[in-house]
């Protein structure tokens, strides 16, 4: 169902960008007004604007049906995490939280180690 609409809802597009590109430029802002027409100006005119209104009118709704389906069947999901009964894997064992310590410290441990000074170039052997 909402493949068939994507498509419509793309047809639409298709058509609605042509629509826009064949409607003669009113003021001019491009310097590219006028022009001979494979129609009389007034019925191209309302032609086309009547054209565009109606695929606009079908974008806007194909729009909001495929917004509305998307979240149909969304239920909320918290991001903190969810009691243990519900929360369960599909092996029955809760799942337990990291033991060693947050990712942040995990973090700091690393740079510790690699802070650690190392040798600066070979070591004279002492004499005891």
């Known amino acids: 169902m909402q493949t068939v609409v ?14 826009v590109l064949l409607q003669k430029s009113e003021g001019g802002g491009l310097g590219m007004g006028g022009g001979a027409g494979f129609m009389s100006s007034r019925g191209t005119a309302n032609l086309l604007t009547r054209t565009t209104a109606i695929l606009a009118v079908g974008f806007f709704l194909t729009s909001l049906f495929l917004s509305w389906y998307a979240g149909y069947d ?14 369960q894997p599909a092996g029955g064992s809760p799942i337990a939280p990291p033991t060693s ?3 942040l410290d995990s973090l700091k ?6 802070q650690a000074p190392a040798p600066s170039g070979p070591q004279v052997p002492r004499s005891q």
Do not use: F, N, T, W
């Not at 441990?109 to 690699?114: C, I």
């Open 74 to 87: 969304r239920k909320p999901s918290s991001i903190i995490g969810e009691p243990a009964s519900q929360g």
């Open 109 to 114: 441990k690393a740079d510790e180690q690699q």
């Open 6 to 19: 994507i498509v419509i809802h793309l047809m639409i597009v298709a058509v609605m960008i042509g629509a």
């Open 101 to 103: 310590g947050g990712i």
